[in-house]
């Protein structure tokens, strides 16, 4: 078996693994993470060389040592800095309120990371507009495992890379179809897997510009290009602006009550800059949508 390459990053203050990477795992059975009972995070992802497996761990000293291998496992280890936070700053961000500030302690290890990859989260975002996330996660386990390529390296059983832009436009009609993703996501992947090269550019610009590189895909739109900021480069103001909880989860944490887009937007104008790290402090603070009230229809595209 050939020997794994290396990597080690020592991380300036506490810090929570867990917490950090939590945000790229769509669901508990996400086909390109895994996480083993002591704590080490399996990830598969793509590269400009092609796929890898990167296995980070934590010792006692909160050093991250990570091992990769694959095609792509020198340039899965030199992301690996800023995929657990490195490049996060908070400088600036003040709690303007009491549970933002509960959950900034609660959360006390906490970095943005950014995996570097557009296509890696950009998938999965497309794949979880308007469906419920019973419904992205269970068609995300289908691409991946059907039409993705086996993690390299003795990674765990079942963990797959994403299908690459290729592997994606290969996909017949019939087989979309059977994994539950209806035309509208099927032609904004497709649309995406030819210009993928020059959507990994939005990693470079970042920020506001990054976004709105995205959003000029059709198909993609405020939501998707902040879910894929906020994991593709740790983008700490990107608000998921039309989200089906979210305003009502801001507003009755800052309010007493449910908020529209517009609502929400003005009651996180403190954290302008941060309002991502906001919103992921209240997260923290234990804060989520209420238990009973209306939820999306869970529908099978397969069965029609």
């Excluded at 992301?79 to 303007?96: E, H, K, M, N, S």
Aim: overall charge positive; some cysteine; glycine content about 10%.
């Amino acid at each position: 078996m050939t020997e794994p390459m290396r990597t080690s990053w020592q991380p300036p203050e506490p810090f929570d693994l867990a917490r950090v990477l939590s945000p790229l795992r769509r669901g508990p059975g996400d086909p390109t993470s895994s996480v083993e009972t002591g704590g080490a995070w399996w990830l598969a992802t793509t590269t400009p060389h092609g796929p890898a497996t990167l296995r980070c761990t934590a010792d006692r000293d909160g050093r991250i040592t990570a091992q990769a291998w694959g095609d792509g496992a020198e340039s899965a280890l030199g992301r690996v800095p800023g995929l657990l936070g490195a490049a996060d700053d908070d400088t600036g961000f003040v709690a303007a309120h009491d549970v933002v500030r509960r959950g900034r302690r609660a959360a006390r290890g906490m970095r943005l990371c950014a995996s570097g990859r557009v296509w890696d989260v950009l998938v999965p975002a497309v794949l979880e507009q308007k469906v419920t996330n019973r419904e992205a996660w269970r068609s995300w386990r289908e691409l991946c495992r059907r039409f993705g390529t086996p993690a390299p390296g003795p990674a765990p059983d079942g963990l797959h890379v994403v299908p690459n832009p290729r592997q994606l436009r290969e996909i017949r009609d019939w087989e979309w179809h059977k994994a539950g993703i209806d035309g509208a996501r099927r032609r904004t992947l497709i649309a995406a897997a030819g210009v993928a090269r020059r959507l990994e550019r939005a990693v470079e610009l970042r920020g506001a510009e990054g976004r709105d590189l995205l959003q000029k895909l059709p198909g993609i739109g405020p939501w998707t290009a902040a879910e894929v900021a906020q994991r593709a480069w740790g983008d700490p103001d990107a608000v998921s602006v039309g989200d089906y909880h979210l305003p009502t989860i801001v507003g009755t944490a800052l309010a007493g009550r449910p908020m529209d887009d517009a609502e929400m937007l003005e009651a996180l104008a403190p954290y302008a800059g941060h309002r991502h790290r906001a919103v992921r402090y209240l997260g923290a603070a234990g804060v989520s949508r209420p238990r009973f009230g209306p939820r999306l229809p869970v529908r099978d595209y397969r069965a029609s």
